[in-house]
């Protein structure tokens, strides 16, 4: 059994938080740069433009990308032979939570769901887990911003609706979203599962670099046919109006219950922080 | 669409002429204020108590920025969404505010209040929290400390790019845009 110090996961997860929050991940920004190549509309190239700019400055001057660096979400792949010695394992990356985003200056953003009152410290991180073999942990990071957060959907829709009926669901979500989640987005969609799990789905689904084929084939045409639609809502980089409002598509499925066709949908902003460390 | 320089706090000449579509380039003086500061903010009219700042003309900047490392003005400071005042906002138009600076869609009541009491809603790049902090020179926290990311700030902006949303003719910027560009990829 390989032994792994509660510390070097709060200082593995301190530095992802304070190196994504500054960086924009390379598959983000060459994402941006293709929308601005073929964006048409004037002002939503002056916007995807400043939006690289952004990402220039962000990293010259260690600044974050975005004033809302986030919930700090992880997904988590623990090795079956490997044991972390100190603080457990959520404690651990809580710690990495608190300490990156004080060292960071990044805002702290969780607060009490009624009182409204500020935690102080960005805690709790949302962690999600799973169990594989060998003796690694791998520890996947995203600071999720509320604004996009916002505008994301779930629905539990009839197994007739088909996959009709879920590229409608993907495309309304989109068009009433607008504006509001800083596009050019990126959409996560998580079919099947059930309630909860369908959710969890289409967040990982953004975990996927921009530019990476699906492997299902199914899902790829799917992905390609909501990316269409959405673009041709005509929203536009911030919603000032252009044909590049989403970035990319990303579907998981799971299989799901006989009576049900759960389907999530993730709203993520162009401020894409995502990254990840194997231990 | 043209470029535009203007000086906050705002009078109704200027705002008469800024329509939607126009890029902007703000400098004054602006006020940062988010949803628990708004909510502050409309109980005090509501009781009829002075407000942290004279609401007549400003510009309220929907934003909660980093916090600034030692040295800096400020830390990232790009717009939030700004749905989320307008449960708030009919009321401080009415008191005068005259801009507002956010970014995604008002509510009708919203731009029904701003015709009614001549106010522009500008939208600024979300995200780009980085390359809009060289816009402001002085930050200084003048409410609700408390709040922390959320407190008023008074702010002095040099140049701050944003561009009108909604003017005061009932323009809109995201229903043009959208129609403009509606059907047009591929």
């Known amino acids: 059994m390989r032994i792994i110090k509660s510390e070097e996961i709060s200082n593995a997860v301190k530095n992802l938080i304070i190196h994504s929050s500054v960086n924009l991940s390379d598959d983000t920004y060459n994402g941006l740069k293709t929308a601005f190549e073929q964006e048409i509309s004037e002002q939503g190239k002056t916007v995807l433009s400043k939006i690289l700019l952004n990402a220039e400055i962000a990293k010259n001057e260690s600044k974050p990308l975005c004033q809302d660096t986030g919930l700090a979400v992880f997904f988590v792949e623990m090795g079956k032979d490997v044991t972390v010695e100190g603080k457990n394992i959520t404690n651990a990356i809580n710690e990495g939570t608190r300490l990156g985003y004080s060292e960071g200056f990044l805002r702290k953003s969780t607060c009490d769901p009624l009182s409204r009152k500020n935690i102080g410290d960005n805690t709790p991180a949302i962690i999600h887990y799973e169990f594989t073999d060998g003796e690694k942990i791998k520890i996947m990071y995203a600071a999720k911003g509320g604004g996009s957060e916002n505008m994301s959907a779930l629905k539990m829709m009839r197994p007739s609706d088909g996959k009709d009926g879920i590229i409608d669901f993907a495309v309304e979500t989109m068009r009433s979203a607008g504006p509001n989640p800083c596009p050019p987005n990126i959409v996560g969609i998580g079919i099947g599962g059930n309630f909860e799990r369908s959710a969890i789905l289409a967040k990982k689904s953004l975990f996927r670099k921009l530019g990476e084929p699906n492997a299902d084939s199914e899902l790829a045409e799917m992905e390609k046919i909501i990316f269409e639609k959405i673009n041709n809502i005509g929203t536009g980089p911030m919603g000032f109006g252009g044909i590049c409002t989403v970035l990319a598509v990303h579907i998981t499925k799971e299989p799901c219950h006989i009576a049900s066709m759960p389907v999530a949908l993730n709203v993520e902003c162009h401020s894409h922080r995502h990254s990840e460390i194997i231990l | ?186």
Do not use: C, W
Request: proline share 5%; net charge positive; glycine share 10%.
């Open chain 2, 1 to 186: 669409m043209s470029l535009i320089k203007i000086t906050a706090p705002l009078d109704d000449e200027i705002i008469s002429k800024l329509k939607t579509g126009d890029e902007v380039l703000i400098s004054g003086t602006i006020y940062t204020a988010r949803d628990a500061a708004h909510s502050r903010l409309v109980k005090l009219i509501e009781e009829n108590k002075p407000l942290p700042f004279e609401l007549k003309g400003q510009i309220i900047y929907y934003v909660g920025p980093t916090p600034e490392k030692p040295g800096e003005v400020i830390g990232s400071a790009g717009p939030t969404t700004s749905y989320r005042m307008d449960k708030y906002a009919p009321l401080l138009l009415e008191h005068g505010l005259k801009g507002m600076i956010g970014k995604g869609k008002r509510s009708a009541e919203v731009k029904e209040a701003m015709k009614k009491y001549k106010a522009v809603y500008f939208g600024a790049i979300g995200g780009a929290g980085a390359l809009i902090s060289k816009t402001i020179t002085s930050s200084k926290v003048i409410a609700y400390e408390d709040l922390l990311s959320e407190a008023v700030r008074k702010l002095t902006v040099v140049d701050f790019p944003a561009i009108v949303v909604n003017d005061v003719y009932g323009g809109d910027l995201y229903e043009e845009g959208r129609e403009k560009y509606k059907d047009k990829y591929r």
